[in-house]
């Protein structure tokens, strides 16, 4: 297959982007995952205790689409939800072990994708572009969740 003819520098980065999507694709299919349940998973993983509510908005989709989601993790032993002491009908949001020993690896995972994808530049070409790319997103705004 011929790789197709990008002229413009963004759409080369959206090019290097796709390649980035795929490869955390077909990782967390190996885990049996979806993209959003690997999501839900790793953001669990740095805010235990959630409430449906903030993964909701996190996710930005409805809390019966989070309820379903979660449910899945839940039957696989995933997640589990415990009650507030505070307030019963809080349900908070944990990642279990297996939840966690399950997406451990990702963060690496795309660390030595970076390195194979910028495996054809120097560590001198390297720098400059990071400096570059630094210089074309300082006025972006941060991107949201």
Known sequence: MQAPHFDTPLQLMRWIGWAQRKAADEWVR???LTHEQSFVLG????NPGAIQR???????????????????LEKRGLVERRSDV?????????????????IT???????ALDDTLLAPLSP????????????????????TR
């Open 54 to 72: 903030d993964i909701a908005a996190m996710t930005r989709t409805s809390a019966a689409s989070v309820s379903s989601l979660l449910q899945g």
């Open 43 to 46: 953001y669990l993983q740095q």
């Open 30 to 32: 190996e885990r049996e």
């Open 105 to 111: 690896g990702f963060e690496d995972a795309m660390t």
């Open 124 to 143: 001198d070409e390297r720098t400059t572009l990071r400096e570059l790319l630094r210089k074309v997103t300082a006025e972006l705004p941060e991107p």
């Open 86 to 102: 505070d307030n019963a009908r809080t349900k908070l949001v944990f990642a279990t072990p297996t939840g966690i020993d399950l």
